[in-house]
């Protein structure tokens, strides 16, 4: 079964739903998250993490089993903690602190494992390459850091290095609002948005910069095509931009140079995208509520999916990804 998972920045719960009969599957109760705050842990269990108030000392993160709508376990970091990322196998979870440190939690003993200073202001997103080597990491600072976790957890190397980062990108010029990162390990290209209205695709292999793409508008979200033929960038005007990632297109289009289209049809900014290889599906979520689901031969919608009923809530987190089974979730010790 192929499941969306969506949350918002306002307590209206985590809606789980089967992407293909659009049936609604469960509603996680009580849960605020910020953008890039909701993690799926293997197979295993969702893990989220909590907008606290602004004179809050310390993080707040919600662990919920697949199959029961209340939250089983939570946790209280040492500081507010945003963004939140599960490797494939479920076993190491990864959060970015406001002070931006970078936390690093074992699944099965829920102890801290490793903890390191990251960037010069708050981490904002997170994710794992594909064979789970590399953490990759952006900021407030505008910069993009590539971890290996080999250098982390070796404590003579990190005590030998100048720094802990395999490669620093530090081209963006204001806050980065999203990563997301391709197949092939060290040899990946990694896509990131900011603030600064461009996106940026980054060669790992040659830790430089690929190519430069300026948007039309501030850019929240990307998806990458599995293909990595054309990346996906959710704009705050509403519209959903299509990139190339290495074909070179007229800079006479309606959009600028290598932006071959664009997706239309929410109301409000574009907070979340996510991508479904099984049936070449692309997911948004938006700040009208709505979580639309396209076709991206068609550029048709085929489903419609509203997070929460009677208002309007700010869909920030969207995932799709096949529950394999149901494991019922431990009573780990989460804090620091």
């Given at each position: 079964?192929?499941?969306?998972?969506?949350?918002?920045?306002?307590?209206?719960?985590?809606?789980?739903?089967?992407?293909?009969?659009?049936?609604?599957?469960?509603?996680?109760?009580?849960?605020?998250?910020?953008?890039?705050g909701l993690a799926a842990v293997g197979s295993r269990?969702?893990?989220?993490?909590?907008?606290?108030?602004?004179?809050?000392?310390?993080?707040?993160?919600?662990?919920?089993?697949?199959?029961?709508?209340?939250?089983?376990?939570?946790?209280?970091?040492?500081?507010?903690?945003?963004?939140?990322?599960?490797?494939?196998?479920?076993?190491?979870?990864?959060?970015?602190?406001?002070?931006?440190?970078?936390?690093?939690?074992?699944?099965?003993?829920?102890?801290?494992?490793?903890?390191?200073?990251?960037?010069?202001?708050?981490?904002?997103?997170?994710?794992?390459?594909?064979?789970?080597?590399?953490?990759?990491?952006?900021?407030?600072?505008?910069?993009?850091?590539?971890?290996?976790?080999?250098?982390?957890?070796?404590?003579?190397?990190?005590?030998?290095?100048?720094?802990?980062?395999?490669?620093?990108?530090?081209?963006?010029?204001?806050?980065?609002?999203?990563?997301?990162?391709?197949?092939?390990?060290?040899?990946?290209?990694?896509?990131?948005?900011?603030?600064?209205?461009?996106?940026?695709?980054?060669?790992?292999?040659?830790?430089?910069?690929?190519?430069?793409?300026?948007?039309?508008?501030?850019?929240?979200?990307?998806?990458?095509?599995?293909?990595?033929?054309?990346?996906?960038?959710?704009?705050?005007?509403?519209?959903?931009?299509?990139?190339?990632?290495?074909?070179?297109?007229?800079?006479?289009?309606?959009?600028?140079?290598?932006?071959?289209?664009?997706?239309?049809?929410?109301?409000?900014?574009?907070?979340?995208?996510?991508?479904?290889?099984?049936?070449?599906?692309?997911?948004?979520?938006?700040?009208?509520?709505?979580?639309?689901?396209?076709?991206?031969?068609?550029?048709?919608?085929?489903?419609?999916?509203?997070?929460?009923?009677?208002?309007?809530?700010?869909?920030?987190?969207?995932?799709?990804?096949?529950?394999?089974?149901?494991?019922?979730?431990?009573?780990?010790?989460?804090?620091?």
């Amino acid at each position: 079964m192929n499941l969306v998972i969506a949350s918002s920045s306002v307590d209206g719960g985590i809606g789980c739903w089967d992407l293909q009969t659009g049936a609604e599957q469960l509603r996680y109760k009580t849960c605020a998250s910020p953008a890039h705050g909701l993690a799926a842990v293997g197979s295993r269990f969702l893990a989220c993490s909590q907008l606290r108030d602004p004179s809050a000392t310390s993080g707040h993160i919600l662990y919920w089993s697949w199959s029961k709508p209340q939250a089983q376990v939570k946790s209280f970091p040492a500081e507010p903690i945003k963004p939140l990322a599960a490797n494939s196998e479920g076993s190491y979870i990864v959060g970015g602190g406001s002070s931006g440190d970078i936390y690093l939690w074992e699944v099965a003993t829920g102890r801290l494992l490793k903890k390191w200073h990251a960037h010069y202001r708050a981490v904002t997103c997170l994710v794992f390459s594909e064979d789970d080597s590399l953490v990759i990491s952006g900021s407030e600072d505008g910069c993009v850091r590539v971890w290996s976790l080999f250098m982390i957890f070796d404590d003579v190397r990190r005590q030998q290095a100048s720094y802990l980062y395999e490669y620093s990108f530090t081209e963006h010029s204001l806050r980065v609002t999203d990563i997301v990162m391709g197949y092939g390990g060290g040899n990946a290209v990694i896509v990131s948005a900011s603030e600064d209205r461009t996106c940026k695709v980054w060669s790992l292999s040659r830790g430089r910069l690929l190519r430069n793409i300026v948007l039309p508008c501030i850019i929240d979200a990307i998806a990458l095509d599995p293909g990595e033929h054309v990346f996906y960038a959710g704009g705050r005007d509403g519209k959903i931009y299509i990139a190339t990632l290495n074909a070179a297109s007229s800079p006479t289009n309606s959009h600028g140079l290598h932006i071959i289209g664009s997706l239309s049809d929410h109301s409000k900014p574009v907070t979340c995208l996510a991508y479904s290889a099984e049936g070449n599906l692309l997911l948004s979520g938006s700040e009208d509520g709505m979580i639309r689901v396209w076709d991206v031969k068609t550029q048709n919608i085929i489903r419609m999916f509203r997070h929460a009923k009677g208002f309007f809530q700010t869909t920030r987190n969207v995932s799709c990804f096949l529950q394999k089974k149901l494991i019922r979730l431990h009573a780990f010790n989460f804090g620091l």
